[in-house]
């Protein structure tokens, strides 16, 4: 080798400038620049938590299945509604529908819910059913068990 420095890049590349007047970029620049902001600009919304309550949910009634108004309320889910709500609305459902004709009585608006049933597996001493109480976008269905 003689005594000439070897440099890694092309002669006919421009100097940098030090502030003065800014070369013009390159259309690979260019691209690499728009492919980065667009991918941080779609990193932001997949990064923001949905709602909390708009997410629906199944709220636990393990150890209260007998104490939520019904003989046995087996499941219970809501959209919109805290489970302790959803706990009480149950409550307050069963009360109101034993008001309306006793065991085999229905209920039809709870705390300004709508509220619908649909029963299934009658026998003699019992039936399930499945009700949906609706106010505005929140949701609150419950399955139960009735003894008659």
């Known amino acids: 080798m003689s005594g000439v420095p070897v440099f890694w890049f ?13 070369p013009p ?3 690979l620049a260019k691209a690499f620049a728009v492919c980065l902001v667009a991918s941080l600009l779609m990193a932001v919304p997949a990064t923001a938590a949905p709602p909390k309550a708009a997410a629906a949910k199944t709220c636990s009634v393990s150890g209260k299945e007998r104490k939520l108004g019904a003989s046995y309320v087996t499941k219970l889910s809501t959209r919109r509604v805290s489970c302790p709500d959803a706990r009480s609305l149950s409550i307050l459902y069963h009360r109101c529908r034993r008001a309306r004709g006793g065991r085999d009585g229905r209920c039809s608006r709870v705390r ?30 419950q399955t139960y068990t009735q003894l008659t």
Request: net charge positive; hydrophobic share 20%; with cysteine.
């Open 25 to 27: 970029m390159s259309s």
């Open 112 to 141: 300004g819910f709508k509220c619908t049933e649909r029963r299934y597996n009658r026998i003699d001493i019992s039936y399930d059913s499945n009700v949906l109480c609706t106010r505005g976008g929140q949701r609150m269905r």
């Open 10 to 22: 092309d002669d006919r590349l421009p100097l940098p400038t030090h502030g003065r007047e800014q």
